[in-house]
Every structure is written in structure tokens, then in C-alpha cells.
């Protein structure tokens, strides 16, 4: 069946420094979403992607969907205490959901 | 106003009862899910609900029954609790089913089996 793949599974950056989580799936994707959960919290939506090399940013986020739409990449440049938590990437499906495993991103002092 | 809403906050049980978590939105949406997340921050889908029609209906117990009474509310009653049982379940919705709507969760309900 489908599977989504997410890497790494954990993160520790310094404060400043650069992050990236990458997702990975077996077949094509219709479009691909991203979620950050907070410690403690529940998944907020970030951003959805639809069109193949799709680029988008949000501030110091920057996410991108593969040529081919088989791969989607979260980047954040100069990471804040506030970016701690998990992020999710999502083949959120009409009739088939899947969430990658997440990554896990602490922020060093 | 919050938006997506879930109760009990906290959930704690012995092995062997029935339980419910009842959710609620007030978003006019659609469509409502429930997901499991497990200890590893696992977050997997069980059931989702368009219109009060089940759409998705993942390999889970049949314990676990989802009942939707009109479309702003997705309960989840869940019998003979056993120990895996134990995570965090969240409710979310969406304007319409998955592909193109951003879903919007509840703060969840973290269910403890004893």
C-alpha cells in the first residue's frame, strides 16, 4: 500500500541554525500537506501544496513539493525557540489519510 | 468560540469498561475525523465522516464505534478498554473531505487504561 516516508525522526539544532524535514512517498501525490504540533498541543495546519515544483514560504518557512510529486520538503532558516515541536507531513486523501511519522526538532540554547 | 472541541480533556479507566469521547465543531464543516496518536507521536487515522456518512474506516478494533448524531458532532465509544488502548485521540474536521482542505484539530483527549 501507500506509504509515507518522513526524515529524521528527531533534530537538535542550535539556536540560529538551519532545519529541514523531508517526506517521501512511494506513489504520486494530488497534493500534500504539512502540521507543527507543539509539545503538549494538537497538529495546527501549515500549508498545503498541489502543483508539481510547487515552492511556498512563510516567513523563515520554506516548503517545496517534488517535480515528479513524490517528495515534499519543510525548511527553516535560523530556527527560534519557537519553532520546537513535531512537524507532520500529510497525504491527506479523500478516502485515504496518511501522516509521515514526524520530526521531532529541539532547539538548543 | 473554540472551534474544535473535544471532552473528556482526561480519560482515566480500568481495563475491561466502555467509555465515549464526544467532539463537537462549530466551523460549519463537513467532515470529521478521529486519529490515534500513540506514545511515539504516531498520528493515525481511524474514522472519518462526511455529511454523517462514514468515508474512511481504517483497520482498527471493532470495539471502537463512531457515531455521528448530525454533522457538527463525532463521538467515539470505545468497549472493553484494554491496555493499547491508552493515547491521545484527536477529533478534527474539514470544510469538505481530505484532499484540498486544511483540517482543524481538537486539543485532544489523552485516555489512560489501568
Known amino acids: 500500500g501507500q506509504q509515507v516516508m518522513q526524515i529524521p525522526q528527531y533534530q537538535h539544532v542550535q539556536e540560529g541554525e538551519d532545519f529541514t524535514t523531508y517526506c517521501n512517498s512511494s506513489?504520486?501525490?494530488?497534493?500534500i500537506q504539512w502540521y507543527k504540533q507543539r509539545p503538549g498541543g494538537h497538529p495546527v495546519f501549515l500549508i498545503q501544496l498541489v502543483k508539481s515544483g510547487e515552492v511556498k514560504k512563510q516567513k523563515r518557512l520554506t516548503f517545496q513539493f517534488g517535480e515528479a510529486k513524490k517528495n515534499s520538503s519543510l525548511h527553516i532558516t535560523a530556527t527560534q525557540t519557537t519553532d520546537v515541536g513535531t512537524y507532520f507531513c500529510?497525504?491527506?486523501?479523500?478516502?485515504?489519510?496518511?501522516f509521515g511519522k514526524g520530526t521531532r526538532l529541539h532547539i538548543l540554547p | 468560540d473554540t472551534a474544535v472541541s473535544q471532552t473528556p480533556k482526561y480519560l482515566v479507566t480500568q481495563m475491561g469498561n466502555d467509555k465515549s469521547i464526544k467532539c463537537e465543531q462549530n466551523l460549519g464543516h463537513d467532515t470529521m475525523y478521529w486519529y490515534k496518536q500513540d506514545s511515539k507521536k504516531f498520528l493515525k487515522i481511524m474514522f472519518s465522516y462526511n455529511n454523517k456518512e462514514l468515508i474512511i474506516n481504517e483497520t482498527v478494533p471493532n470495539r471502537f464505534s463512531p457515531k455521528s448524531p448530525d454533522k457538527a458532532h463525532l463521538n467515539l465509544h470505545i468497549n472493553s478498554l484494554e491496555l493499547g488502548d491508552s493515547a491521545v485521540y484527536f477529533c478534527?474536521?474539514?470544510?469538505?473531505?481530505?484532499?484540498?482542505?486544511?483540517?482543524?484539530f481538537g486539543p485532544g483527549t489523552r485516555l489512560t487504561v489501568l
Open positions: 478534527a474536521s474539514s470544510p469538505g473531505t481530505g484532499s484540498y482542505n486544511e483540517q482543524f
Open positions: 500529510c497525504l491527506c486523501g479523500d478516502d485515504k489519510i496518511i
Open positions: 506513489t504520486t501525490l494530488s497534493n
